[in-house]
Antibody, heavy 120, light 108 residues
Framework: QATLEESGPALVKPTQTLTLTCTLS??????????VSWLRQPPGKALEWLARVDWDDEKFYNTSLRTRLTISKDTSKNLVVLTMTDLDPADTGTYYCARAPNRGEAFDSWGQGTPVTVSS | SYVLTQPPSVSVAPGKTATIPCGGN??????VHWYQQKPGQAPVLVIS???DRPSGIPERFSGSNSGNTATLTISRVEVGDEADYYC???????????FGPGTKVTVL
């Protein structure tokens, strides 16, 4: 059974950098055709995709946030890390990691999400 | 970039059929995926690649897609189906995952 678990700080000050970790179990991030993404959801709003890393280390980013995001994977620890710089209160929300295996278009497993508040 | 539209809300009586539209330019040429999200929970994939149901999803959930509209249909609606529903596509041109704004389904 595939599981994903997000971890990171619940409170971040404006202009600071956020680092979130997604720990994977039941599958490997290095398995051919495996893709892991980070997404977020502001309170009461829709889902927004942020970034994706593939089994072969190819990376994709939401163009609107590209300059602030870095995604990476650690195959030895089977985890995926997202860093987001220059945080703003508008970045407040729940952050999810999710996997999209095989054809890579649908997210078939999600973490439970980690809430992040940006406030001074 | 590609844009998806959804009505903010849909209301349906128990036992009836709910239809949730998702609009997009020539969306019929794309593979559409649907997620159910209940309050305080992570999204759950209910329909993938147009009309595939993941393991554990009831047969009451089905999808269709043609022209400029994809549709999620929930037959014999139950109170437990109350949730927000999001459509999603992978846009090959921009290499982005795109989500619709979501539709809140209320079971009256």
């Amino acid at each position: 059974q595939a599981t994903l678990e997000e971890s990171g700080p619940a409170l971040v000050k404006p202009t600071q950098t956020l680092t979130l970790t997604c720990t994977l179990s039941g599958f490997s991030v290095s398995t051919t055709s495996m893709r892991v993404s980070w997404l977020r959801q502001p309170p009461g709003k829709a889902l927004e995709w942020l970034a994706r890393v593939d089994w072969d280390d190819e990376k994709f980013y939401n163009t609107s946030l590209r300059t602030r995001l870095t995604i990476s994977k650690d195959t030895s620890k089977n985890l995926v890390v997202l860093t987001m710089t220059d945080l703003d209160p508008a970045d407040t929300g729940t952050y999810y990691c999710a996997r999209a295996p095989n054809r890579g278009e649908a997210f078939d497993s999600w973490g439970q999400g980690t809430p992040v508040t940006v406030s001074s | 970039s590609y844009v998806l539209t959804q009505p903010p809300s849909v209301s349906v009586a128990p036992g009836k059929t709910a239809t949730i539209p998702c609009g997009g330019n020539s969306i019929g040429n794309k593979r559409v995926h649907w997620y159910q999200q209940k309050p305080g929970q992570a999204p759950v994939l209910v329909i993938s690649y147009g009309n595939d149901r993941p393991s554990g999803i009831p047969e009451r959930f089905s999808g269709s897609n043609s022209g400029n509209t994809a549709t999620l249909t929930i037959s014999r609606v139950e109170v437990g189906d109350e949730a927000d529903y999001y459509c999603q596509v992978w846009d090959r041109d921009s290499k982005h995952y795109v989500f619709g704004p979501g539709t809140k389904v209320t079971v009256l």
